[in-house]
C-alpha cells in the first residue's frame, strides 16, 4: 500500500493578479515536508519531475499576473553542501553566512556592493527591485554583491567581501561615507569603523554612533551615508546564500507512518 503524494497548488486566470499566503501550504504538508528534511522555498509554474531547482520560481508571498492561466506549486528542497544556490531573506544570520545587504525601500530594493570591481570610497548602492521576489533574491550576479558575515563579539558584526579569490577587504564607515577597502593590517578603530549591529531596524555603526540611510545625490545616484538620525520608510535586511538539493513539488504524506489495518 502506497499513499499519495500531495502537492498545494493555485490556480490563477490569465491577466488575474495573486498573491501567494501561507495558508495556501496546508500545515499537514508542511509537517510532512519538515519531516522528510525538506525546506518550502516559494512557488513554481510547473511540477518537478526530475529533482532539479525550477528555472522560474516566486517568493512565498509573491503577488503573480501571468497572461495566460497558470497553475503554481508549492516547491521544497533539501539543504545541502553542495547544490544549486538559493538566496533567501535571513533574520538570524550567523557567522560565516554568505549575505546580501539589502535596503528597502518600498517598491524599491537596494543591494549594497562589495569589493569586486575595485575599493569602493564612496557607496553607490544598486537597484535591482526586479530581482526580488517577496524573500527570494533571484538574480544571477550575486558574486558582486556577497559579503561573508562575521560574529565580532556578543552583539556586533562585521561584513567581509566574500566573492572568489576576494582579498581582506570590509565594509566600513569613514566620517558620513559608508566604504569597502581594506582595513586588515592594522585595523584602526577610530580611522575605519567597521562593527555593525542592527538597531531599531536599521544599519547602525555602534564605533561611530551612526545610522546607514540612503540619499539621491545631485547626479540622481544613490548613495549610503552615515548620520545620527534613520529616515522612514527604509527597512534593511540580510539575504542567506543556502545550498539546495532533491527539488520536489510533491511531499510523501506522513513518511514514517504504517498504513493501519484490521482484520
Not at 75 to 92: L, P, T, V
Not at 196 to 201: A, D, I, P
Not at 206 to 234: I, P
Request: hydrophobic residues 40%; charged residues 20%.
Amino acid at each position: 500500500m502506497s499513499l499519495k503524494a500531495a502537492q498545494a497548488t493555485v490556480a490563477v486566470a490569465a491577466n488575474a493578479s495573486h498573491t501567494f499566503t501561507d495558508a495556501e501550504v496546508a500545515d499537514a504538508i508542511r509537517a510532512d515536508a519538515a519531516e522528510m528534511g525538506y525546506t518550502l522555498i516559494g512557488w513554481t509554474t510547473a511540477p518537478i519531475e526530475d529533482g532539479s531547482c525550477p528555472a522560474t520560481y516566486y517568493g512565498l508571498h509573491a503577488t503573480v499576473r501571468p497572461e495566460t492561466a497558470t497553475t503554481y506549486y508549492a516547491f521544497f528542497a533539501r539543504r545541502a553542501a553542495s547544490g544549486e544556490r538559493i538566496i533567501r531573506r535571513a533574520n538570524d544570520p550567523v557567522d560565516n553566512d554568505t549575505v546580501l545587504l539589502v535596503i528597502n525601500q518600498g517598491s524599491a530594493y537596494f543591494v549594497a556592493p562589495n569589493s569586486n570591481a575595485g575599493l569602493i570610497t564612496d557607496m553607490e548602492l544598486t537597484v535591482k527591485s526586479s530581482f526580488f521576489s517577496d524573500n527570494l533574491y533571484i538574480g544571477t550576479d550575486e558574486d558582486d554583491y556577497v559579503f561573508r558575515y562575521e560574529v565580532h563579539d556578543a552583539d556586533t558584526f562585521k561584513l567581509r567581501a566574500a566573492y572568489s579569490n576576494a582579498p581582506l577587504r570590509y565594509l566600513y564607515t569613514e566620517s558620513s561615507l559608508v566604504k569597502v577597502g581594506s582595513i586588515e593590517p592594522p585595523i584602526i578603530v577610530a580611522a575605519h569603523k567597521y562593527k555593525f549591529v542592527l538597531k531599531n531596524g536599521y544599519i547602525y555603526n555602534k564605533t561611530a554612533g551612526t545610522y546607514a540611510y540612503a540619499v539621491v545625490d545631485a547626479n540622481s545616484y544613490v548613495r549610503w551615508r552615515m548620520a545620527n538620525k534613520n529616515t522612514l520608510g527604509e527597512s534593511f535586511y540580510f539575504y542567506r546564500c543556502e545550498r539546495y538539493q532533491d527539488f520536489v513539488t510533491d511531499i510523501a504524506p506522513c513518511p514514517n507512518c504504517f498504513p493501519y489495518t484490521s482484520n
